[in-house]
């Protein structure tokens, strides 16, 4: 029979672990590191590594899981890091439909998400359940706002559009129309196609058939390529432009000569070089050195997505921790009300500013107007 003395050391050693484990912070990671959203969601999968490790003095648990672009794997992967590891929130995942599709477990749960993703209808129209996400990429109107000035400023009556059948091109479609109109631009043309398509030539036929201006592609990662190839193959002259979606180097290697010229508004990590110097700039260049050390190679602005949702959880992670310990609903709550109050916080991507009504929070500082020449980004002069 154990001692008195024993026991209660043991009870006390318990006791002590216990509170170890629940000091830990952990956060999952949902990526799609495999599958049709691989180019986006490699770079971001390879950023865990270089998230902060402890914030406000407590270690940071990183649980990281591929949902291989599978919407429903996505849910699975939520549902596991929700209910079995207890996660104080969720970074990811990496595609805006399957982003779509979890939006309703994060905020039954309580649990903070912090989405990667292209499409702003992560968290616009606000509700009570996308009060729980935030996203890491700018809105969709803050790209296109450049983009339409752009066409205004060089001419453009009219332009088709070719975009994917998911939330990213659907949301892209509805903001189009808007700045569009109020610029006097016409929408002549508006095809879409799924991601997994292996060819688009019919749309691509109706779009040349109302003779535009100008076309724009509403399509993220590599899915963004094949409309401007067969667009190109198929004679068309006019400027092509594309969304932040298209903001990653295997887009330049994948299209070759036929992105030549390529006009879009991503964010400065594009063109590093040639921006002026920001706390912003000081932070993506780190953040591209300690990838390349890494990884031999650089990371796509999909990756910053991530490093940025790091940076955000770390500098809210103090704050909350003084209205709950970690792996409480206290906790992540807080979490949430602290994410939601940042303000002039500068990351990869720009400087964040969350209010109640807007969880990207980023301002013009969050993007470039850029151009591919010669095979690579350079600033629109």
Known sequence: MLSKKLLTTLVLASSLGCSIAQAEIKIGVVTSATGPIALVGIPQKNTVALLPDSAGGERIRYIPLDDGSDPTATVKAFKKLIDDEHVDAIIGPSG????????????????????PVGTAAVVLPMTE?????????QNDDLIAAALVDHMKKTGVKT???????????????????????????????NEHFQRQDTSITGQCLKVLMTNPDAVLIAAPGSSSVMPQTTLKDQGYKGQIYQTHGAALDPFLRLGGKA???????????????????????????KYVSDYERMYGNSPATFGGNVYDAGLLLEHAIPTALKSGKPGTAEFRAALRDTLEKTTEMAATQGVYNITPADHSGFDERGRELIIVKDGDWKLVK
């Open 96 to 115: 805006s439909g399957n982003a779509m599709g979890v939006i309703q477990f994060a905020a039954e749960s309580g649990t903070p998400m912090l989405a």
């Open 129 to 137: 359940q996308k009060k729980w996400v935030f996203k890491t990429t």
């Open 159 to 189: 332009i088709g559009m070719i975009g994917t059948a998911d939330p990213f091109g659907e949301n892209w479609s509805k903001v189009m129309k808007g700045l569009t109109d109020a610029a006097g631009i016409k929408i002549v043309a």
């Open 259 to 285: 992105v030549e010229g390529t006009i879009l508004a991503a964010s400065l990590m594009l063109v590093l070089d040639e921006v002026p110097d920001s706390p912003s700039k000081t932070i993506a260049q």
